[in-house]
């Protein structure tokens, strides 16, 4: 079974930063990329991040780029998602979520992805 467990989520301020981890099981990690998408209240969920486990390449929303990093510790099974330099407009339910392959075309599609975590709360406050 595949599980998808985010954590790291909690409030901060503006300008903080927090890292964001998604633990994954039930399949084989260096088969499949996975991406970190962001709803927030009234608004559509978006992509934020996505990393292939199998080459190590990345993709970012314009709004997060410079700002945030993903990564990926194969050996643990997990995502992170480095946020610093937070904004308020950042805040957000934070999921995980598997692409059903390693590449990242069309890696911002929510269809892209089989696979979701159950979410994390972020909240930045100004």
């Known amino acids: 079974e595949v599980q998808l467990l985010e954590s790291g989520g909690g409030l901060v301020q503006a300008g903080g930063s927090l890292r964001l981890s998604c633990v994954a099981s039930g399949f084989s990690f260096d088969d499949y990329a996975i991406a970190w998408f962001r709803q927030a209240p009234g608004k559509e969920r978006e992509g934020v991040s996505c990393i292939s486990s199998s080459d190590g390449s990345t993709n970012y929303a314009d709004s997060v780029k410079g700002r945030f990093t993903i990564s990926s510790d194969n050996a643990k099974k997990v995502v992170y998602l480095q946020m610093n330099s937070l904004k308020p407009e950042d805040t957000a339910v934070y999921y995980c979520?598997?692409?059903?392959?390693?590449?990242?075309?069309?890696?911002?599609?929510?269809?892209?992805?089989?696979?979701w975590g159950q979410g994390t709360q972020v909240t930045v406050s100004s």
């Open positions: 979520a598997q692409k059903g392959d390693t590449y990242l075309t069309n890696w911002h599609k929510q269809d892209s992805y089989p696979y």
